[in-house]
Every structure is written in structure tokens, then in C-alpha cells.
């Protein structure tokens, strides 16, 4: 585990939950402000080093950004290169310690290239109240935008649960373009309630089924599930299976075709 990762999820949880048979159960965070008072912005280039001239470029455009396009004040800039390191830990101290109300970055992504990463610093930030911002995608909850965040894994573990979710998809006959079977993105198991089927079809206890019942920590479990079926359905028309186990792509090369099951 990384020293980013520890410092977000070794942030404390306090909050009350509430249910129709009076033990609490939804999760209350403090309120996050529209406009922070006092921003942060993270940046991370995975391909340059922090003396180049595209770091700078990079941490100039994420202030004019949030200033520009979100109305935010002037944000203090967290910046690295390579992997989440020391500045994501530096930021997820930062908002423990209450210096900021909301950060600022271009995608998911950003944060890390793991759902549970980026899991755990939504997490921090609601425990105290930082609005968490993106340009691409507004809300850290988009299903794009964390699809890019897993879209060039190497390996991955298909569960029963994915098999589930995926025998119940809706498919349909896209007619865009040349046209090709697809998964309803508005119901794609079937009713506009995602997080509802989701919970009806891994038969979970019926206050995951309603909005104003489930917990956040449900919700992200659903939403991690929901993304990730899209590599599990990668992988079994890939390899013509549909079984749970330890998948690897097979070369260098990042293509939806190249996975095979890990025998190790």
C-alpha cells in the first residue's frame, strides 16, 4: 500500500445513520460548500518529472481551471509525477487537518488507477466536508469517468457477483452508426433504478434498494460492481467463459481481446 493510500484511508469515520425501524443507518457527512474558501488542486503526470516545462504548464492550467470555469478562489497546488506519492498523502493530511473545503482535479484518474482509491478520498473528503470537483466529469460518482480509471488494467478478478449483474443486462440494438448490440445505459438491468436492480439482484437487505435509506458506502460498492462488469464482459467474450478467477492480459499491447484466465 502505498503512503497516499494510507493516509486516506487512515482517516477516522464519525456519523450517524438512521432506518424506517429506528437503528441508524444513512450516513451523515458535514456540508461541503459551493464555493470553497479554501481550495486545493492536485495534479499528476504520470510521464514527466517535476522540473518539466508540461508539470508546469499542467499545474498553471488546473489554477486557471478552477478559477475559470468552477469560480473558485486561486487553489494550492499539489503536484507529482509517477505514481500517487507523498503530495496526495501531503493533501489527504491537509484535509484532515481542515486547511482545505475543496479540491480540484481534471479527472478520477488523477488519484489513483484503482476504484478503491479513489473510493477512499471521496470518503475523506465527505467526512469533512471538502467539495470534490473534476472538469470532465463534475462528480466523482460519473461511471465514465471511473471506467477510465480501470480501463488499462493488467489483471483482474471476475467474482460471482459481476456474473450476476451481467446474466441480467439489458441488451438492445443500438442503431448509432453502423449499429451493434449494446447494454441499455439508462436501464441496464432493466429498470431506470440502477442501484435498486443492483441491490434486487445480489439480494440485499431492502434498504439498499432505496435511495433515501442506502448507506454511501453501499452506493460506491454498487457503483465499483457497476463499472467493473465492463472488463469482466471484456474478458468472457475474450476468452468464451463466463467464470469467476484471476484474469491477466496476455502482451504488452492494451486491447479488450487480450485477456486470458491466470493459471498460476
Known amino acids: 500500500m502505498s503512503e497516499a493510500d494510507v493516509m486516506v484511508s487512515s482517516a477516522s469515520e464519525a456519523h450517524r445513520r438512521r432506518s424506517n425501524q429506528g437503528a441508524d443507518r444513512v ?29 508546469t504548464a499542467e499545474r498553471a492550467m488546473v489554477i486557471s481551471l478552477a478559477q475559470d ?36 482535479a481534471t479527472q478520477p484518474s488523477q488519484l489513483g ?5 479513489i473510493e477512499a478520498f471521496d470518503r475523506l473528503c465527505r467526512q469533512h466536508g ?4 473534476f472538469r470532465w466529469h463534475q462528480e466523482v460518482t460519473d461511471t465514465r469517468a471511473l471506467f477510465d480509471v480501470i480501463d488499462r488494467v493488467r489483471e483482474f478478478t471476475v467474482t460471482d457477483e459481476h456474473l450476476r449483474l451481467l446474466r441480467h443486462a439489458h441488451v438492445f440494438w443500438d442503431e448509432a452508426e453502423f449499429g451493434a448490440p449494446s447494454i441499455n445505459p439508462k436501464r441496464p438491468y432493466g ?7 443492483i441491490a434486487e439482484i445480489l439480494e440485499l437487505p431492502e434498504p439498499d434498494w432505496d435511495d433515501e435509506q442506502r448507506t454511501a458506502d453501499a452506493e460506491w460498492r454498487f457503483l465499483r460492481l457497476h463499472v467493473e462488469t465492463a472488463i469482466a464482459l ?4 475474450a476468452t468464451g467463459e463466463f467464470r469467476t478467477g484471476r484474469y491477466v492480459r496476455y502482451d504488452e499491447q492494451v486491447s479488450t481481446c487480450r485477456w486470458r484466465r491466470d493459471e498460476t
Open 130 to 133: 471538502v467539495r470534490l470537483r
Open 191 to 197: 429498470n431506470s433504478n440502477v442501484y435498486g436492480d
Open 27 to 55: 450516513t451523515v457527512f458535514p456540508a461541503r460548500p459551493t464555493i470553497p474558501a479554501r481550495p486545493a488542486a492536485y495534479v499528476r503526470d504520470p510521464h514527466s518529472t517535476l522540473a518539466d516545462d508540461d508539470m
Open 113 to 117: 488507477d484503482d476504484l478503491a482509491q
Open 234 to 237: 471484456q474478458i468472457a467474450l
Open 69 to 104: 470555469e468552477l469560480g473558485w478562489p486561486e487553489p494550492t497546488v499539489y503536484a507529482e509525477a509517477g505514481r500517487p506519492g507523498s503530495q496526495l498523502a501531503d493533501l489527504a493530511e491537509a484535509i484532515t487537518a481542515g486547511r482545505h473545503d475543496g479540491v480540484f
